[in-house]
């Protein structure tokens, strides 16, 4: 993995709530007495809705990254265009002045006058047929020739590179969407219970677990990995806000790039693309650092500490905290 300065925080997630997704709450509802827990088909589908929010949720991180990515494509290639722009004026300049020496003197050469024309380029392939082409001329006229068409590939490219930055925001905006429809869902959902329920489900899905072995003493394999899990470490009470990638707030992918950032190391936008930025190793052999993946669609990241925890950013309310490893189905394990 290559070296890369810190990542910025997202601008796709400003001003929006604390609120995000996901159901890693299974685990910890699961030590609730089942007295206390809320009707179980509420509490069921809370958890679906902030399932799919965070499934949106990493497709609204990709989508915003490769908008990102071609906002800055399009400004190189509009200051690309424009000193291509300035090459062509000069050398048109330059041919302008020739021609006005030629004129002066006796006449415009045909060569010069046909730079004029609406198909300068045709000139150059009747050159051989000309009897007054200097080689000099013949020179200069095929460096216009030639900034002309590289202007054009110029401008094509940066009219592909529009067209799909305006697909990406409405990739963007459509996600967005989605996330906080689900969010709303849940919300409706939850407040819909009786205090008691209510009380009894923020105390499962967002109560800190004392029962968990202390991390600290983990061993960590390398100084990137040590690295990384102390960035994530001094996330621990950060609120979880999706879309966001540090430092104030995090979603589950965020939080494993920013932290990953400290280390010097870049990681992918999302958890589906974490999970293949490193070697796969098993769970049992898993070490502090190593980024757990959960669900068989990849849609949940956590970093492994030690003693069978992790730390994560979970899901609308919570705050980036430390779980058990098994809080819900792991699907691979990566080291970066």
Not at 87 to 109: C, I
Not at 160 to 178: C, N
Not at 183 to 193: I, P, T
Request: aromatic share 4%.
């Amino acid at each position: 993995m290559g070296s890369h300065r810190r990542l910025a925080p997202s601008g796709f997630d400003r001003g929006a709530a604390a609120l995000c997704v996901l159901s890693a709450a299974a685990a910890a509802l699961g030590a609730v007495p089942a007295q206390a827990a809320p009707h179980g088909g509420t509490r069921a589908e809370v958890d679906r809705l902030y399932e799919e929010a965070e499934r949106a949720t990493q497709a609204f991180d990709k989508a915003a990254e490769r908008a990102g990515a071609l906002r800055r494509q399009v400004r190189d290639a509009q200051d690309r265009i424009a000193r291509q722009q300035q090459r062509v004026n000069t050398l048109r300049e330059h041919l302008g002045s020739l021609a006005g020496a030629q004129y002066r003197s006796g006449g415009v050469d045909p060569a010069v006058a046909l730079l004029f024309a609406d198909d300068p380029d045709d000139y150059l392939d009747k050159a051989a047929t000309l009897d007054r082409i200097g080689t000099r001329q013949a020179g200069q006229l095929r460096e216009l020739r030639s900034a002309l068409r590289e202007l054009a590939q110029e401008r094509a490219e940066a009219t592909g590179k529009l067209a799909e930055l305006d697909r990406s925001r409405k990739a963007v905006a459509t996600h967005k969407r989605t996330v906080v429809k689900k969010l709303a869902a849940a919300r409706r959902l939850l407040d819909s219970l009786p205090p008691a329920d209510r009380a009894a489900y923020g105390r499962a899905s967002r109560g800190s677990r004392v029962d968990l072995p202390d991390p600290a003493g983990s061993l960590v394999a390398g100084g990137r990995a040590a690295a990384a899990l102390a960035a994530a470490r001094s996330a621990l009470g950060r609120p979880y806000v999706w879309g966001a990638n540090g430092p104030s707030g995090f979603d589950c992918s965020g939080l494993m790039q920013w932290s990953y950032a400290h280390a010097g190391i870049h990681l992918p936008r999302t958890s589906q693309e974490q999970r293949l930025a490193g070697r796969r190793v098993p769970l049992s052999q898993a070490r502090p650092g190593d980024l757990v993946v959960y669900r068989s669609d990849a849609s949940h990241v956590a970093m492994y500490a030690g003693n069978g925890q992790v730390i994560h950013a979970p899901y609308p309310g919570a705050p980036v905290r430390y779980d058990p490893v098994g809080m819900m189905p792991v699907s691979s394990v990566t080291r970066p």
